[in-house]
């Protein structure tokens, strides 16, 4: 039985606060608590998010001392997925951000985000996106362009502000 429903149904004779608490305090406590392995997971997808340095397995298998197999098993456990497919997409929402907002050779693009070569990148990109880089920032920029060039009295349409 579902821990809300439990509790909705302990408390149905009246609301009363203290009581609500003690009984809430009660099912906790019985709720399993994650594993040490589990843990390790969620905190490491965590830092994986927040730190841009982490860029490869390599890196996590250094950090937390477990083989690349280990860690494989381990994420794909309690994540459903592999720690690779992880870093790619934070790696890949960090191009996409970066491509809206400040323009960049896409090789340098490719080297900061940890790829070897450029056509890994797009391809990467691509199979998220649908889009390559140059397409995606042209597309992501243009609608700025257009709002600066109206916004000054100049209907440029679909051509790129940088013709002008």
């Known amino acids: 039985m579902k821990v809300g429903r439990q509790l909705a149904e302990r408390l149905a004779a009246g609301f ?42 390599e890196q996590l298998v250094q950090e937390t001392g477990m083989t690349e197999r280990s860690l494989e098993r381990a994420f794909r456990h309690h994540a459903g997925v592999a720690p690779k497919w992880v870093l790619r997409r934070y790696r890949l ?27 890994h990148f797009t391809r990467d990109f691509k199979q998220l996106t649908g889009s390559t880089p140059a397409a995606f920032a042209r597309g992501a920029r243009a609608p700025k362009a257009r709002a600066s060039s109206s916004q000054a009295g100049l209907d440029v349409g679909d051509q790129e502000v940088s013709s002008w």
């Open 16 to 57: 009363d606060l203290a009581r609500a608490t003690e009984e809430a305090r009660n099912l906790l406590r019985d709720f399993p608590t994650l594993s040490p392995t589990a843990r390790l997971v969620r905190d490491l997808i965590e830092r994986i998010e927040t730190d841009a340095l982490l860029l490869r397995v």
């Open 93 to 119: 929402i960090e191009a996409v951000e970066r491509l809206k907002e400040q323009p960049s050779t896409m090789a340098a693009l490719a080297a900061d985000l940890g790829y070897h070569d450029q056509a």
